[in-house]
Nanobody, 124 residues
Framework: QVQLVESGGGLVQAGGSLRLSCAASGRTFSSYALGWFRQPPGKERDFVAAINWSGRSTYYADSVKGRFTIFRDNAKNTVYLQMNNLKPEDTATYYC?????????????????WGQGTQVTVSS
C-alpha cells in the first residue's frame, strides 16, 4: 500500500510560481512512475505531468509545457511539481498519483494510488 500526501498549494497572482510536493510512504517508491493531475471546479480530472521511476523521462500536457517541471527525489520519497508563470486557468485541485510500473502514463486509469489533493488558485 502506498499513501500519497500533497502540499504546497495556495493562492497566487497570475505570473507567480508555486512548488507542489507529494510525499509517499512505502519502500518501493523508487520503482514507481508518478504523475500529477488536476481538476478545475466542475470539470473532469486531467493529466498535467508524469515522470518515470528514474526521473530521466518526463512528459507534459501541452497546456503546461515550458511552464511546469516535474522532478523527483527518490531518497526523500517525494515528487515535485514546479509551476511557473501561473495563469488563472491553472486554478484547480492538484492530485499526485503513483503507478506500480516504472514507465509513466497519461490516463487516470493507469494509476493505482492517489493523494487527497491540494488546491491551487491563481488570481488575475
Amino acid at each position: 500500500q502506498v499513501q500519497l500526501v500533497e502540499s504546497g498549494g495556495g493562492l497566487v497572482q497570475a505570473g507567480g510560481s508555486l512548488r507542489l510536493s507529494c510525499a509517499a510512504s512505502g519502500r518501493t517508491f523508487s520503482s514507481y512512475a508518478l504523475g500529477w493531475f488536476r481538476q478545475p471546479p466542475g470539470k473532469e480530472r486531467d493529466f498535467v505531468a508524469a515522470i518515470n521511476w528514474s526521473g530521466r523521462s518526463t512528459y507534459y500536457a501541452d497546456s503546461v509545457k515550458g511552464r511546469f517541471t516535474i522532478f523527483r527525489d527518490n531518497a526523500k520519497n517525494t515528487v515535485y511539481l514546479q509551476m511557473n508563470n501561473l495563469k488563472p486557468e491553472d486554478t484547480a485541485t492538484y492530485y499526485c498519483a503513483a503507478r506500480t510500473v516504472g514507465s509513466w502514463g497519461t490516463q487516470l486509469s493507469e494509476y493505482d494510488y492517489w493523494g487527497q489533493g491540494t488546491q491551487v488558485t491563481v488570481s488575475s
